[in-house]
T-cell receptor, first 114, second 114 residues
Framework: TQLLEQSPQFLSIQEGENLTVYCNSSSVFSSLQWYRQEPGEGPVLLVTVVTGGEVKKLKRLTFQFGDARKDSSLHITAAQPGDTGLYLCAGAPPPPKDDYKLSFGAGTTVTVRA | DTEVTQTPKHLVMGMTNKKSLKCEQHMGHRAMYWYKQKAKKPPELMFVYSYEKLSINESVPSRFSPECPNSSLLNLHLHALQPEDSALYLC?????????????FGDGTRLSIL
């Protein structure tokens, strides 16, 4: 399994502040998915990035896939308490290793204080 | 509301009990997954079914026995579990085609072994 290093592990910020979560690897991924998991629920897919250098925006969330498809970042602008949760990045290996096994990062627990 | 339904939401069982976890989806997905997740950690893949056939078993102990009776249902039969098996068990589904396909997760079954 390819290793995805996610940082930071924990992040506690005040409402209105910005935050960035990073996922890095020495391996190339054919795509990278970002999930958010709230307490008592399963992970919910936020976005999939596929093309190197791709930037996707989802309201206050901005996702970027590195040019070499080895890293990704999630930036949240003006965070709100509803953004609180466990953020997970997950990489899909390129063919011929495309065998349903996502490589998950360790997760970032984000707490936004009101 | 999640499109992948898992029952029960909570389960407490003794080490000698036999129980089953159930998962159902009606999105027409032909790939289904079982994951185990500990608190504030990423999900760990256990099993993958593709077209109702077991395609991946991540060296899971035989006290966990998966079953896919049809394209909409996935079961996980439990017997003689250990306290360290206490965790959140997540079911997911996706289109077939490998790990590039986004996975849709249920809200999980919180399992406690006494």
């Amino acid at each position: 399994t390819q290793l995805l290093e996610q940082s930071p592990q924990f992040l506690s910020i005040q409402e209105g502040e910005n935050l960035t979560v990073y996922c890095n690897s020495s391996s190339v991924f054919s795509s990278l998915q970002w999930y958010r998991q709230e307490p008592g629920e399963g992970p919910v897919l936020l976005v999939t990035v596929v093309t190197g250098g791709e930037v996707k925006k989802l309201k206050r969330l901005t996702f970027q896939f590195g040019d070499a498809r080895k890293d990704s970042s999630l930036h949240i602008t003006a965070a709100q308490p509803g953004d609180t949760g466990l953020y997970l990045c997950a990489g899909a290996p390129p063919p011929p290793k495309d065998d349903y096994k996502l490589s998950f990062g360790a997760g970032t627990t984000v707490t936004v204080r009101a | 509301d999640t499109e992948v339904t898992q029952t029960p939401k909570h389960l407490v069982m003794g080490m000698t009990n036999k129980k089953s976890l159930k998962c159902e989806q009606h999105m027409g997905h032909r790939a289904m997954y079982w994951y185990k997740q500990k608190a504030k950690k990423p999900p760990e893949l256990m099993f993958v079914y593709s077209y109702e056939k077991l395609s991946i078993n991540e060296s899971v102990p035989s006290r966990f026995s998966p079953e896919c009776p049809n394209s909409s249902l996935l079961n996980l039969h439990l017997h003689a579990l250990q306290p360290e098996d206490s965790a959140l068990y997540l079911c997911a589904s996706s289109q077939v085609g490998g790990s590039n396909q986004p996975q849709h997760f249920g809200d999980g079954t919180r399992l406690s072994i006494l």
